[in-house]
């Protein structure tokens, strides 16, 4: 699962970040919420802990504006606030869950995995590319109206490097390694292969980042 975490206490950030890399999760941890705000802007997540009260922004405000700008991630509150008032607030603004400090990681890993299993969310396994396009995870299979598209094995890698990290610019060494195996091509080839590519598809959502790589936006 991919998750953002916003938690102000060094120690305890690196320990969350320590203990849920160790359980197969992708954590991006941050210290004061204006950072948080930015990534939330541009990357997708399936789940945020927040903590309240952080430099800048704090977590419930933070909440409160992404979903204003219809960012919907399933969220769990960490907080050593008791009050019933911020207990009150966080599920007024539609958190899941709402865990006290101090806690045991494994704990929050419950918590975790509780909402995990309430949403599917690693049972997403359609990635939606453009109006008429997706990738189905689970056969590795580019979708045309849910029909599965012919590719080469090659065009097909490209499509799932850039579907799983859609948002996000994908560069030429990360496709030369991927595709190519990290074999000695030049940048020529792989763009050549990318038009390719382009050029059989009946929609244009490969986006061209010139001189970097490229990418697939949020659908």
Known sequence: MR????EDEMMLND?????????????????????ALECLKKEEFDLL???????????LKLLEIIQSEKIQTPTIFISAMHGMEEIAKAYELGCYDYLKKPFHLPELLL????????????DKQHIRLSQRY???KASETLLFDNEPVPLTKRQMQIIQLLAI????????????HYVWDDAI????TIRAEVS?????LKEDFIVNIRGVGYRINRS
């Open 49 to 59: 802990i927040l903590d309240i009260s952080v430099p800048n922004i704090d977590g």
């Open 196 to 200: 390719r590519l382009k050029k059989s």
């Open 3 to 6: 998750i953002l975490l916003l």
């Open 134 to 136: 997706s990738f189905d």
């Open 111 to 122: 918590h975790i995995q509780k909402i995990d299993q309430l949403l599917g969310i690693r």
């Open 185 to 188: 091509i030049d940048n020529a």
């Open 15 to 35: 320990a969350i970040v320590e203990f849920l890399k160790l359980h197969n999760h992708d954590v991006t941890s941050f210290f004061e919420g204006n950072a």
């Open 165 to 176: 990290h859609q948002g996000n610019v994908v560069d030429f060494e990360m496709l030369r």
